[in-house]
């Protein structure tokens, strides 16, 4: 079965430390792409970097970078230089092909806190 | 970039109307639209999955005569609530596909708030 786990529920980071969010991903799938986007308060769900199972280096957007072990199944997301507007729900997500549609498969969340 | 719409932003219905919500492509055409659930501090949870000009598929445990879509162009999916009662209150938020983009990239609408009475 296709599944994302976050185990975090929640985070704090002091501001302009850096902060790791947790995401392990199962799959039998030889092509899958993992997201990660962010949600405020406002809910409105803010993509913030992707990483395609093929691709060889880690993703960087900015100060999000994704660390991408793919033997370990592992896509944890890299938030350096945390800011206080980063305060949110992050979400990691899988799209997985299935019932003939690539559809998006998310993980719990975390709720990360960035403290001054 | 590509940007996805909903309308209303919130709606307050009282307990067996039917509650409709519209989400828009605003400068692509989607030919896949998904409808997600999130209840508080909760993930989303897909409903549906969106296709204009034919029936939409619904995930398990969706009831699909309760939640309606229709898909009837490449820029509008709609989502109607029967019979909402107060268990429907939830965050619902659609997102669509650009074909264009290298990796199928969903775009998100900024979500409808439903509050049943």
């Known amino acids: 079965a296709q599944k994302i786990t976050q185990t975090q529920p929640g985070m704090f980071v002091q501001e302009k430390e850096a902060v790791t969010l947790d995401c392990t991903y199962d799959?039998?799938?030889?092509?899958?792409?993992l997201f990660w986007y962010k949600q405020p308060s406002s809910g409105e769900m803010i993509f913030l970097i992707y990483?395609?199972?093929?691709?060889?280096q880690n993703a960087t957007e900015g100060r999000y970078s994704l660390n991408f072990q793919k033997a370990r199944k592992s896509a944890n997301l890299v938030i350096s230089a945390s800011q206080l507007g980063d305060s949110a729900m992050y979400f990691c997500a899988m799209r997985a092909f299935s019932g003939g549609y690539n559809k998006l498969i998310f993980g719990a969340g975390t709720r990360l806190a960035v403290h001054p | 970039g590509a940007v996805v719409s909903q309308h209303p932003s919130w709606v307050i219905c009282k307990s067996g109307t039917s509650v409709k919500i519209e989400c828009r492509s605003l400068d692509f055409q989607a030919t896949t639209m998904f409808w997600y659930r999130q209840f508080p501090k909760q993930s989303l949870m897909l409903m549906a999955t969106s296709n204009e000009g034919s029936k939409a598929t619904y995930e398990q445990g969706v009831e699909k005569d309760k939640f309606l879509i229709n898909h009837a162009s490449l820029t509008l999916s709609t989502l109607t609530v029967t019979s909402a009662h107060p268990e429907d209150s939830s965050f619902y938020i659609c997102?669509?596909?650009?074909?264009?983009?290298?990796?199928?990239?969903?775009?998100f609408g900024p979500g409808t708030r439903l509050t049943v009475l």
């Open positions: 997102s669509a596909i650009l074909l264009q983009s290298s990796y199928n990239e969903q775009f």
């Open positions: 990483q395609g199972s093929y691709d060889e």
């Open positions: 799959t039998s799938d030889q092509s899958y792409g």
